[in-house]
């Protein structure tokens, strides 16, 4: 079987193959190139194996190209690497036989034969290798089978599965990661190779392990990955709050939707509306505080209170367990769980302007993304219920659409400051401050006073005092300089009422 490459993928491999011939060393494109291009998915990351030094054919390839790219050369792993200026990255590597110790990923490595090395490969269909020797250009080297797999969409380790996942543990977190990605089987041994080699998973790095779990999220259907982590018991020690999620209690008769699989359809149906992991986050995690808020309510049912406040709480934690980003990125994730029940309120009949606003200024820029999640969020099997409910966020997308037109709030801040408030009453950074801010915010979104600095100042003042404070300093709206506040854009015309929402 030959492989068929495109045009600009034939003249860089002719290369490699020149430059392999005149170093007198058989050379191979093996792993995830030669399985994505079997399988229709372009890819233009290659590997190359050869027998012999890959530090020096990674050299003497790069003088075939123009112009010629720099080489990295990675001497103690016996790795170089080079890019073309069309995006192409090149990976040489020299065949090699491994073995392991227990207690390490880092195997003991001997120069080995083109078998040597597909067989320390994880997976038959990355085992695959292509020729570039002379004699027979293009054949695929398939000892294990991998194109049967690959047509039959199976995941399986070319040797014992046990031994493979305790030699290197991330093969089993790749295993459920190519699953997902290709909606591909994992064979019912090397499945069970996971289950039982599971607790080595503890000797990889947190961050290798997240790095695998985000590519599981950021899959088509990330449900796949997560079943088969919960299945294999792996999500068990890298993730033990989600498997809390699972299970369904029963009292007097009554029972609760088992969460984890509802988290694993809203996570799917995220992923159908959004590429944007951090949503898909924020879905995995909207309520993962509700084993933490579960109550029995006598004569009523099941209760999760508070879940979003706790599970915004339990979010930094998280982040911080799994090593995910902690700037930006954990801010968006839990104001969303925060906010994730506040859309389905606002689908009652006569909602105020007022709390469409407080909605819009607590979402902020991510209004959108939070009405995604709530839609997200239904998964009712009820096709009619499931319609209605679309139809309640649909109004209420309307209505923000509509409000935030009129008043901007999504850009919106408050026109007096903590440092203001601080400097007028000559207090430090403390709990007032924080009430009176939010007091005057309060007020003009429910459109107690107008939204200008004159109107926030004068109650200030009035708050301060009913905080036991007394004026400072002279502060007033003249000597900051700054005048009425107007929402940006705002296209509120009323005459009279143009700072008023
Ligand atoms: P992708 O690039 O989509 O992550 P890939 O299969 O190319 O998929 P890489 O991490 O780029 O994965 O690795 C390239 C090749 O190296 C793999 O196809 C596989 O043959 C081999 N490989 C990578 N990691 C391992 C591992 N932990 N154990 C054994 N072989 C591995
Ligand atoms: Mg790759």
């Not at 506040?342 to 302007?353: A, Q």
């Not at 459109?447 to 300093?473: P, R, S, W």
């Amino acid at each position: 079987m030959a492989v068929q490459f495109t045009a600009n993928e034939d003249e860089i491999f002719k290369k490699i193959a020149d430059a392999a011939r005149s170093c007198s060393m058989p050379c191979y494109l093996i792993g995830g190139f030669v399985r994505d291009t079997l399988l229709g998915r372009p890819t233009k990351d290659a590997d190359f194996v050869c027998v012999g030094d890959a530090l020096q054919l990674a050299t003497v390839a790069a003088q075939r190209f123009k112009p010629h790219p720099k080489v990295s050369l990675f001497k103690n792993f016996g790795t170089a690497h080079f890019k073309l200026h069309d995006g192409f990255d090149l990976e040489f590597v020299g065949a090699r036989r491994e073995s392991y110790q227990y207690n390490s990923r880092k195997p003991e490595v001997v120069p080995g034969t083109i078998e040597d090395d597909q067989k320390r490969r994880d997976f038959t269909i990355n085992a695959l290798a292509i020729s570039l020797n002379s004699h027979d250009f293009g054949a695929l080297v398939d000892p294990f089978n991998g194109v049967e797999d690959l047509n039959q969409g199976i995941i399986k380790t070319p040797l014992n599965p046990a031994e493979t996942f305790s030699d290197d543990p991330l093969r089993m977190m790749r295993a459920i990661r190519f699953a997902t990605q290709l909606n591909f089987t994992i064979y019912p041994e090397t499945l069970a190779g996971i289950t039982e080699a599971k607790e080595r998973i503890r000797i990889i790095s947190q961050e290798r392990i997240t790095d695998e779990l985000n590519k599981i999220i950021k899959s088509e259907k990330p449900s796949i990955g997560f079943k088969l982590l919960y299945d294999t018991g792996l999500l068990h020690i890298i993730f033990p709050q989600m498997v809390d999620l699972a299970g369904a209690e029963f009292i007097e008769g009554k029972g609760h939707k088992d969460n984890f699989y509802h988290t694993l359809q809203v996570l799917d149906n995220t992923a159908q509306r959004s590429d944007n992991l951090w949503l898909r986050w924020a879905a995995i995690l909207h309520d993962i505080a509700k084993p933490a808020t579960k109550r029995f309510e006598e004569g009523h049912g099941w209760t999760f209170h508070g879940h979003e406040v706790v599970g915004g709480r339990m979010v930094p934690k998280i982040f911080n367990q799994l090593k995910l980003p902690l700037g930006e990125q954990v801010k968006y994730v839990r104001k969303l769980v925060e906010l994730h029940l506040r859309p389905i309120s606002l689908t009652k009949e006569n909602i105020t302007d007022s709390a469409i606003r407080r909605l819009l200024f607590d979402a902020g820029e991510d209004i959108d993304d939070l009405m995604k999640l709530c839609e997200s969020d239904i998964t009712s099997k009820n096709k009619f219920k499931v319609k209605r409910y679309l139809e309640n966020f649909e109004l209420v997308r309307e209505r923000c659409k509509a409000v935030e037109e009129k008043d901007s709030i999504r850009t919106w801040q408050p026109p007096i400051t903590g440092e203001i408030i601080m400097e007028t009453f000559g207090i430090r950074p403390s709990r007032p401050v924080g009430t009176i801010k939010d007091a005057i915010k309060d007020a003009i979104l429910d459109g107690v006073i107008e939204n200008n600095y004159d109107a926030a100042f004068a109650y200030m003042l009035q708050k301060g005092e009913e905080c036991g404070l007394t004026q400072k300093t002279g502060f007033s709206s003249q000597e900051t300089g700054k005048g009425a506040f107007t929402p940006e854009d705002s296209n509120s015309k009323e005459p009279g009422n143009e700072n008023k929402f």
